[in-house]
C-alpha cells in the first residue's frame, strides 16, 4: 500500500524530472501566465476578475439539484467565518457542463420543456417536478439574504459563471426542433433563455484547466 510519505518522495521525483526535462512544476492554485486570445470569438475577460487571496473552481458535470452553486457560496462564507477573508477576496468560479447545462437557463426553459420532469428534479418541497430552475431565482417569500445562493446572486456578487458550449447544443437542439428554425437562429433563442452573465466557453473542460491556470484549486462539486 502506498504510504503518504512514499506518494511525497514521488512527487518530488516526479517534480525533478519536469525540472530536468526544463518544464515547470506548479502546485495547485498558482497562476500560470498565457497569451492573449488571437480573437474575440470568446470571452476570455473573466480570467482577469480571478484576483481573489483564495480561489477556487467548482467543476459541476452533474444537475445535482445546483449542488455546485451552494458549495460555492458557501466555501466563500467559510473563508469569511474562519480567516476574516471578505467575499470579494475569495473568487469562485462555477464551471456548468455535461448534464448540468440546463442550470444555466432561465425559468422560462424550464417550464417550457419540462425539465424538472425530464432531469428529474424535484420542487423545494420535494412532492412534484420542479418548474423552474432551482437556483435560476428566488423563490418567493425567500430571505433576501438567500440571494447569493441563485445563480444571478451570486453572478452579481462577484462570482464567476461559465458554460460549456458543446452541452449548450443540446439546449440549441430543443429549440431548432420545437420552433422549427434554423441553427443560427435557434443557438439565437437558445442564448436569449440563458441566464444573464453566464459566460459560454468552448468547453466545459477548457473552461475547468483555464481556471486553474488562472489559480484556482479545483473541486468536483457535483
Same mark, same amino acid.
Request: hydrophobic residues 45%; charged residues 20%.
Given at each position: 500500500? !502506498?504510504?503518504?510519505?512514499?506518494?511525497?518522495?514521488?512527487? /518530488?521525483?516526479? @517534480?525533478? =524530472?519536469?525540472?530536468?526535462?526544463?518544464?515547470?512544476?506548479?502546485?495547485?492554485? !498558482?497562476?500560470?501566465?498565457?497569451?492573449?486570445?488571437? @480573437?474575440?470569438?470568446?470571452?476570455? !475577460?473573466?480570467?482577469?476578475?480571478?484576483?481573489?487571496?483564495?480561489?477556487?473552481?467548482?467543476?459541476?458535470?452533474?444537475?445535482?439539484?445546483?449542488? =455546485?452553486?451552494? +458549495? &460555492?457560496?458557501?466555501?466563500?462564507?467559510? *473563508? &469569511?467565518?474562519? %480567516?476574516?477573508?471578505?467575499?470579494?477576496? &475569495?473568487? &469562485?468560479?462555477?464551471?456548468? +457542463? *455535461?448534464?448540468?447545462?440546463?442550470?444555466?437557463?432561465?425559468?422560462? #426553459?424550464?417550464?417550457?420543456?419540462?425539465?424538472?420532469?425530464?432531469?428529474?428534479?424535484?420542487?423545494?418541497?420535494?412532492?412534484?417536478?420542479?418548474?423552474?430552475?432551482? $437556483?435560476?431565482?428566488?423563490?418567493?417569500? !425567500?430571505?433576501?439574504?438567500?440571494?447569493? %445562493?441563485?445563480?444571478?446572486?451570486? $453572478?452579481?456578487?462577484?462570482?464567476?459563471? /461559465?458554460?460549456?458550449? /458543446?452541452?449548450? #447544443?443540446?439546449?440549441?437542439?430543443? #429549440?431548432?426542433?420545437?420552433?422549427?428554425?434554423?441553427?443560427?437562429?435557434? *443557438?439565437?433563442?437558445?442564448?436569449?433563455? /440563458?441566464?444573464?452573465?453566464?459566460?459560454?466557453?468552448? @468547453?466545459g473542460f477548457f473552461a475547468v484547466l483555464r481556471a486553474q491556470q488562472a489559480g484556482c484549486n #479545483?473541486?468536483?462539486?457535483?
Amino acid at each position: 500500500m !502506498t504510504t503518504p510519505r512514499r506518494e511525497f518522495l514521488s512527487w /518530488l521525483g516526479a @517534480s525533478g =524530472a519536469f525540472a530536468a526535462a526544463g518544464l515547470p512544476a506548479f502546485p495547485p492554485g !498558482t497562476p500560470v501566465a498565457l497569451p492573449l486570445p488571437v @480573437s474575440d470569438k470568446w470571452d476570455m !475577460t473573466w480570467c482577469d476578475r480571478i484576483t481573489g487571496k483564495v480561489r477556487a473552481v467548482f467543476d459541476s458535470p452533474e444537475l445535482a439539484g445546483g449542488a =455546485a452553486m451552494w +458549495r &460555492a457560496q458557501l466555501w466563500r462564507e467559510q *473563508h &469569511a467565518e474562519v %480567516y476574516g477573508v471578505p467575499q470579494s477576496e &475569495a473568487s &469562485a468560479v462555477i464551471v456548468f +457542463r *455535461h448534464t448540468a447545462i440546463p442550470l444555466v437557463m432561465n425559468d422560462a #426553459y424550464w417550464t417550457r420543456f419540462e425539465i424538472g420532469k425530464k432531469e428529474e428534479v424535484r420542487d423545494s418541497n420535494g412532492k412534484k417536478w420542479a418548474k423552474i430552475n432551482p $437556483i435560476g431565482s428566488l423563490a418567493p417569500g !425567500t430571505p433576501e439574504a438567500s440571494a447569493s %445562493y441563485t445563480l444571478p446572486g451570486f $453572478i452579481k456578487s462577484g462570482g464567476v459563471a /461559465l458554460a460549456c458550449n /458543446l452541452a449548450f #447544443y443540446d439546449v440549441v437542439g430543443r #429549440y431548432q426542433k420545437e420552433d422549427k428554425l434554423s441553427e443560427a437562429d435557434a *443557438h439565437k433563442r437558445a442564448v436569449e433563455n /440563458l441566464i444573464p452573465g453566464v459566460i459560454l466557453q468552448p @468547453s466545459g473542460f477548457f473552461a475547468v484547466l483555464r481556471a486553474q491556470q488562472a489559480g484556482c484549486n #479545483y473541486l468536483m462539486a457535483s
